[in-house]
T-cell receptor
């Protein structure tokens, strides 16, 4: 198993540009989520999904879109990047009914100038 | 909404000594799960220890143990015989059975020889 993979690892965007952060898992996990990590703020939930076709907002959803067309993939879209979206982004997944294990991707460091 | 509070932005310890990281949380649920994650400079999120709220016995994993006080909503992490490799950011996190993780803001642990 590759676990949870994220691409790219690093990205620099200009204000107003759009891009998609990719997240994939090969463990057939139902639950997937996106977090952003900022200094002094911990990890905050952006969006999450409990299965293909089902998504919901987390604590800080503004400026981000998600969709879940397959169990494996959960991309995060920035429609018009802003400097406030400079952050490290983590994707995570777990199996429904597994209350203990949460698998994290390696993170994407995004800088918006 | 559930909140997780880590009141120590930074802690220092010498090798071989013991250190305790504090965490409090706020919830109206009776059944939930608590976690401590370690994040070294590589950014990878590593599960250190977990505790089920219905268990009165405190969890232990080798040199890591917790002091879980359910009535006080407190969940501290004790690291014994500290090692240089323990230096990292530590996050306390909370989850109910079907929710996503809620993280504290983190405590940076510095370990000196």
């Amino acid at each position: 198993n590759a676990g949870v993979t994220q691409t790219p690892k690093f990205q620099v965007l200009k204000t107003g540009q759009s891009m998609t952060l990719q997240c994939a898992q090969d463990m057939n996990h139902e639950y997937m989520s996106w977090y952003r990590q900022d200094p002094g703020m911990g990890l905050r939930l952006i969006h999450y999904s409990v299965g293909a076709g089902i998504t919901d907002q987390g604590e800080v959803p503004n400026g981000y879109n998600v969709s879940r067309s397959t169990t494996e993939d959960f991309p995060l879209r920035l429609l018009s990047a802003a400097p406030s979206q400079t952050s490290v982004y983590f994707c995570a997944s777990r199996k429904a009914g597994d209350f203990y294990e949460q698998y994290f991707g390696p993170g994407t460091r995004l800088t918006v100038t | 909404a559930q909140t997780v509070t880590q009141s120590q932005p930074e802690m220092s310890v010498q090798e071989a000594e013991t250190v305790t990281l504090s965490c409090t949380y706020d919830t109206s649920e009776s059944d939930y799960y608590l976690f401590w994650y370690k994040q070294p400079p590589s950014r990878q999120m590593i599960l250190v220890i977990r505790q089920e709220a219905y268990k009165q016995q405190n969890a232990t994993e080798n040199r890591f143990s917790v002091n879980f006080q359910k009535a006080a909503k407190s969940f501290s992490l004790k690291i014994s015989d500290s090692q240089l490799g323990d230096a990292a950011m530590y996050f306390c996190a909370y989850r109910t059975g079907y929710s996503t993780l809620t993280f504290g803001k983190g405590t940076m642990l510095l370990v000196s020889p």
